[in-house]
């Protein structure tokens, strides 16, 4: 197969797609991301399958969307996206050495500590070292926030980390992502030739906010500059949005409340920044960094406020957008504004790996990468479908002016992207979009329907 690049494959949790190159208190929020994007390619318009973490990251590896591979929410009830191999096995039988250290919560059989890799490390490790270390990993109950959410037609209590934000009492090393990434860094270290995957996938900046020095400090509150749609819903916004679980999140938080929730996400998302320049500096000093393909993403975002809501589970751009930054090596530097699906990693790192794997419903995003101009009537998906049962639904549709998104109680919402970039507006009512609104529609039922949706469009189509 010739000689086939190492893969990098470094996943965040909660991240932003506009924390790339974003300045705050006079400080770059990721600088090592943002060199990366110097040297690689940068898709500025990718989006996750799902904005909640397990369905998000499933669809991830398997290359397939939610409802195809039947993990569509938080399910710890043995429901798997059953033999559907995850992209880190497909590599391990291409002949990849393959590590991975971090959150998984990629649902497949066998799972993913019985895959066969030759490295594997997760939270459950993590928390039988600090165990050991007598540190307490159960969530503090004053961090949590109760919320009424639909859960198959009814509404029940559940707990949800919230907007309280505290400082992490121990030292930084014993957080549980720099345990990650002492794992990481002794894989690389101890690796031997032939072509390696290292999956690294991070906690931060998910909430709770609890957050380690020198982090916790690193930015002011007062100083942070905060987008104008903070505690703002959007106009049209259909009633439902209300009685979701992010809008609930952020209900009654105050201005300086958002103000300290930024300062703790920013002082997270910079810690893991950190971590992955520190992988990097070390593919350097092992002499495999520049035949590395290095990818870089998370598995959603987060409102962090905006139209009045706190976390993910909606499809607004600050929750469904996600930074995606891929070096390849050989390649030039460049950027694309082209939609793209987090169901496109599978196949483009086949792709490099000269493997025919034919499967999954992305593309490969190597011909972009090469010169080619993306397919500008291409429009991706998104599924959310509750937590952590089947409850408040949302589809959406993505194309490269407008968003469509679709839900149980047949109210329609549709953006101008173009002109309304932060989404403060639905134009599904307005009758010069009527067009727009129709196609939008129409693509996102038949995807949907293709894709073994449990929904029945007929008969909500309204």
């Excluded at 880190?88 to 990849?96: M, T």
């Excluded at 505690?231 to 009685?243: F, M, T, V």
Aim: charged fraction near 25%.
């Amino acid at each position: 197969m010739g000689n086939r690049p190492d893969i990098l494959l470094f996943m965040t949790d909660h991240q932003r797609a506009d924390m790339i190159n974003m300045v705050q208190c006079g400080r770059e929020v990721t600088p090592n991301l943002n060199r990366l994007v110097n040297e690689g390619f940068r898709f500025e318009r990718a989006y996750d399958a799902c904005p909640l973490c397990v369905p998000a990251r499933t669809a991830l590896a398997t290359g397939v969307y939610p409802t195809a591979n039947g993990v569509v929410y938080n399910d710890w009830k043995g429901e798997t996206a059953g033999d559907l191999k995850p992209i880190h096995r497909i590599l391990k039988e291409a002949g990849y050495r393959i590590g991975h250290v971090g959150v998984d919560h990629i649902k497949v059989q066998p799972p993913m500590r019985e895959q066969g890799l030759d490295f594997f490390v997760n939270q459950e490790d993590y928390e039988t070292w600090a165990k050991e270390q007598g540190i307490v990993t159960a969530r503090d109950k004053s961090e949590l926030t109760k919320v009424e959410e639909d859960i198959e037609g009814e509404y029940v209590t559940k707990l949800y980390s919230g907007h309280k934000v505290s400082v992490w009492d121990k030292p930084v090393e014993q957080f549980k992502d720099f345990y990650f990434k002492d794992q990481a860094l002794n894989f690389i270290r101890e690796l031997p030739e032939g072509p390696v995957a290292l999956f690294t996938y991070l906690w931060a900046p998910h909430p709770p906010l609890r957050v380690p020095e020198p982090y916790a400090s690193m930015y002011d509150p007062d100083q942070i500059v905060l987008p104008e749609n903070i505690g703002i819903a959007a106009e049209g916004e259909p009633e439902l949005r209300r009685k979701g679980v992010p809008a609930q999140l952020a209900e009654g938080v105050s201005m300086e409340e958002w103000r300290k929730v930024w300062a703790a996400h920013l002082g997270l998302t910079t810690m893991a920044d950190e971590i992955f320049g520190a992988v990097m500096e070390e593919l350097k000093a092992q002499g495999r960094y520049e035949n590395t393909c290095i990818i870089f993403t998370s598995d959603h975002g987060d409102n962090l406020g905006q139209h009045s809501m706190y976390q993910k589970m909606e499809m607004y751009e600050e929750a469904v957008k996600v930074p995606f930054v891929i070096k390849v090596p050989g390649e030039n530097a460049g950027s694309s504004d082209g939609v793209i699906s987090h169901l496109d990693i599978k196949p483009t790192i086949c792709e490099l790996a000269g493997i025919d794997d034919k499967t999954g419903d992305g593309i490969s995003l190597l011909p972009i990468i090469r010169g080619e101009k993306p397919d500008e009537n291409r429009i991706v998906f998104s599924q959310y479908s509750g937590n952590p049962g089947y409850g408040t639904i949302r589809r959406a549709a993505v194309s490269k002016r407008y968003k469509y998104v679709y839900d149980n109680q047949r109210q329609h919402e549709l953006y101008d992207l173009e002109k309304d970039p932060h989404e403060m507006k639905n134009v599904a009512g307005d009758a010069q979009y009527q067009d727009a609104l129709n196609t939008m529609y129409a693509a996102c039922r038949d995807f949907n329907e293709k894709h073994k949706d449990y929904f029945n469009w007929e008969e909500n189509k309204g």
